[in-house]
C-alpha cells in the first residue's frame, strides 16, 4: 500500500509491501500468549533513518567533568549537557544502582514524556567504546580493542591510527574511511588488504600505490582504475621501474598532488563503474555490500541475511529491519547502535551485550524483558527502571501499549526532539544536512558553536609544500584550515607515519577532511537508470544525472576481466 510520510516537512510517499507487514507481525512481542502487533510506519525510510541517526554522536568529544567523581574526562557529551554523565568505568560498575532512578507508570501522561524525564535523571557512560580492551587510544569513540590511537570512530583492533572513520583490523593508518586490514595507508576509501600506499578507493590487495580506483592485486601503480593484478602502470600504461619512482617520488609535494588529485578525478571517468559495490551477495538491492543474501535497501554492511532498510551492519545479521550500526542479532526492528547476542529487540538505542525482548531501551546490556528503561545492566522485567515480577511485567506493559497507541507513540522510535545530542553533533547532519534555522524551526537541539577538539597555544605557521622538509617543531603549531579557517594541530605520531608513507601533511581539519572523503562515496540512495552497455535497467547509487560510466555486474565483468 502506498504511504504519505507523516512529517510535514518532507509528505513523500513511500509504499509498505506484504513483506514489510508480515515483517512487524514476526517481531511483535508476544505478552501472556497475545501478540501485540507493531503498526505499520508512519515516516518515510529516509524520515526514519535521520531519525534514528540523530541519537547518535560519534565524531565529537569534549573535556568534560564525570558527575560522579568531579574527575576530568573526555566524552561525547558536551559540558552543557542537562545529561549526567559518568566515566565509563564507574558508569559500569557497582557504585551506582539504575533502579534508584525508577519511576511507576503514569496513565495520564505520554510514554515519550515519561521516558525523557527518566533520561534526565539516569547517567550515561562518558563515550561508548571498549575501554577495558583499549590502550592509550582515549580519543575514540564508537570503537574498540585499539592501541596508540587518536581520533578513530566506529573502528575495532586497530594499532597505531589516527583520525579515520570505520576502519579495522589496521595498524599504521591515518585519514582513512572504511578500510579493513591495512597497514601503513593515508586517504584511503573502502578498501580491504592493503599496503604502503594512498588516494586509493575501492581497492583490494594493493601495495606501493597511488590513486587507484576499484583495482585488486596491484603493485606499484598511479593514477590507475579497474585493473587486476598489475605492477608498474601509470595511467593503466605500463611503465619502466625507474618511470613509476620518477613519478612516485613527486608525490611527496602538496602542490603535486593536489594536480594529481585533479587529474586523477577526470581519468575516473574514462572508465566504467559497476552499479553497486560489494561482493559475493545474491538477491540484494543496495551498496557497499558483502556476502549478503536476501536484503532490500541495505547499505554498508556484511554478512546480512533476509534484512531490510539496514545500515552499517557491522557483524551477522538476520530478519532484522529499520536498523543503524547494529551486528550479531536477529529479529531487530528500528534499532541503533546495539549489537552482540540481540535477539528480538525494537526501538532500543546503544546497547552492547546479550539481550533478549527489549522494548525501549536504552544504555542496557545483558538486560532482558524491560520496557522502556536506560542504564538497566543486567536486569529483567523493569519498567522505567522499577522492578515488577514477570507476572506484573507481562500484565503492566500490554496497558502500557495501548495508552501508546491512544498517543501514536507504539510503533514510533524516539523523537528527535528527545535526542541527548544537539543535531549538529549527531550522524543525522552527515546525511541530512540542515541550518542551524531549519533545525530549530522543527524543535531540534542545535549547538551553535561546536568546539574543535584541536585548539592550541604557539604561532601560526606555513605548512612545508614537500613531506621532506616537515620537521618536529610543526607539531607545536597552530595550523588553519585551508577550506575553514579553523584552528588544527599535526600530532606527532602523524608527522612521523606521512614521512613513512611519504605522502604531504594535511591542510585541513579532521573534521573537513572526514567530509571530503564522504563525498567521495555514494550517497546512501538509489535510482533507476540503464546500463551503459548493454541497456538492462539497474538500480544503483550513481544518479541518472551523473558523469560515471555505468555497468551492469556482467558488462563490468566483462569489462574489467
Known sequence: ???????????????????????????????????????????????????????????????????????????????????????????????????????????????????????????????????????????TNHAGKNKNCYLIFDSDENWDCYYSYSINHCTDCTDCFRVRKSQLCSECIDCVSCYHSAYLQDCDNCSDSMFLKNCTGCTRCLMCSNLRNKEYFVENKQVSKE???????????????????????ALKLEYPQKFMHGVQNENVLGDYLVQCKNVYRCFDSESAWDCRYLYQGFMPLKDCMDVQECGEGELLYECCVCGYGLHSCAFCSHTLGKMDNLLYCTYSPHAKNCFGCIGARHRQYCILNKQYTKEEYETLVPKIITHMRKFKEYGEFFPIATSTFGYNETLAQDYYLLTAEEAKRRGLAWYDNL?????????????????????????????????????????PQELKLCQRIAVPLPRKTFFQRHKERMALRNPRKLWKRNCAKCKKEIQTTYAPERPEIVYCESCYLSAVY
Open 1 to 139: 500500500m502506498q504511504v504519505t510520510c507523516r512529517n510535514h516537512w518532507c509528505k513523500q510517499g513511500f509504499e509498505i509491501t506484504s513483506e514489510d507487514l508480515a515483517f512487524y507481525e514476526k517481531v511483535s512481542p508476544v505478552f501472556g500468549g497475545k501478540k501485540e502487533l507493531i503498526p505499520p510506519p508512519t515516516l518515510c525510510p529516509d524520515c526514519r533513518q535521520q531519525r534514528r541517526l540523530a541519537q547518535v554522536n560519534q565524531l565529537n568529544l569534549y573535556e568534560r567533568k564525570c558527575d560522579l567523581t568531579g574527575s576530568s574526562i573526555i566524552s561525547n557529551f558536551h559540558a552543557d549537557s542537562t545529561y549526567k554523565v559518568y566515566r565509563q568505568a564507574d558508569w559500569h560498575s557497582d557504585k551506582w544502582d539504575p533502579l534508584r532512578y525508577g519511576r511507576p507508570f503514569d496513565f495520564n501522561r505520554p510514554f515519550f514524556e515519561q521516558f525523557q524525564e527518566l533520561s534526565l535523571a539516569v547517567p550515561r557512560p562518558s563515550l561508548f567504546t571498549g575501554y577495558e580492551y583499549d590502550e592509550n587510544s582515549e580519543y
Open 243 to 265: 618511470s613509476f619512482e620518477q613519478f612516485r617520488s613527486m608525490l611527496r609535494a602538496h602542490s603535486a598532488v593536489r594536480s594529481a588529485m585533479e587529474r586523477f578525478q
Open 451 to 491: 568546539p574543535t577538539s584541536e585548539q592550541y597555544m604557539g604561532p601560526v605557521v606555513a605548512i612545508p609544500d614537500d613531506i621532506k622538509d616537515a620537521e618536529e617543531s610543526i607539531c607545536r603549531s597552530i595550523l588553519r584550515c585551508e577550506s575553514t579557517q579553523k584552528p588544527f594541530k599535526i600530532i
